[in-house]
């Protein structure tokens, strides 16, 4: 990639974000309907799946060039949010 400008870089940026935005939001529509497989808290905290996912992501970063840390550091994130959304999407069909 060649740049004249920060501003170009910012644009490439932009672009980059909305596609990740429009992937993340494809992802929450998934864990929505994985919470109606769920039996329990237990089962939508699933550690070992977690777990499964991170050495997954940090093995894809490491061959991007990526540092492994960085990308565990944002999917550690992404899936803490993703656990309290399903949590409650969880609760919502228990309760019905």
């Known amino acids: ?18 596609q990740l935005v429009s992937l993340i939001a494809q992802r929450g529509r998934l864990v929505k309907v994985a919470a109606g497989f769920k039996r329990d808290q237990d089962a939508v905290r699933a550690p070992d799946r977690v777990q499964i996912v991170i050495d997954k992501v940090r093995a894809e970063a490491a061959e991007a060039g990526l540092p492994e840390d960085i990308i565990e550091k944002v999917y550690r994130a992404m899936i803490n949010a993703f656990i309290d959304f399903e949590l409650e999407q969880h609760q919502s069909l228990v309760q019905k």
Do not use: A, L, T
């Open 1 to 18: 990639m060649d740049f004249s400008s920060i501003e170009d870089v910012r644009k490439s940026i932009d672009g980059i974000d909305s």
